[in-house]
């Protein structure tokens, strides 16, 4: 079982909206990153974003800036990736991503992370 659950990929028309949500019982540092990556088909693994939970800062591929939003629970030791605007480019599989990292830092890449969800599909028509 991987170390994250992950839930929320669908398929959607073009403008639409989803939420992915990643649940984090198992990291348990209290100085962490999480972050949304994606693959499509054919092409490499991709940031998409990135929240420090020390600092709070956030960090977005240029591809989703103003249309994703990264944000946590701490209640609920999750995390969620919401989409708006939805695009068929935005089509991919998408995996949530933890690890401790420094408090200064807001990683992009998948080499900073040990910890990863099983990955689940958006698929956005035209």
């Known amino acids: 079982q991987a170390p994250l659950v992950q839930s929320g990929g669908d398929s959607v028309q073009a403008g639409g909206s989803l939420r992915l949500s990643c649940e984090i019982p198992m990291v348990t540092a209290r100085r962490k990153c999480m972050a949304w990556f994606r693959q499509a088909p054919g092409k490499e693994r991709e940031g998409v974003a990135s929240l420090n939970t020390r600092s709070g800062a956030t960090e977005y591929t240029d591809s989703v800036k103003g249309r994703f939003t990264i944000s946590r629970d701490n209640t609920k030791d999750m995390f969620y990736l919401q989409m708006n605007s939805l695009k068929p480019e935005d089509s991919a599989m998408y995996y949530c991503?933890?690890?401790?990292?420094?408090?200064?830092?807001?990683?992009?890449?998948?080499?900073?992370?040990?910890?990863w969800g099983q990955g689940t599909q958006v698929t956005v028509s035209s």
């Open positions: 991503a933890a690890d401790w990292c420094q408090d200064d830092v807001v990683p992009m890449k998948e080499t900073a992370f040990g910890f």
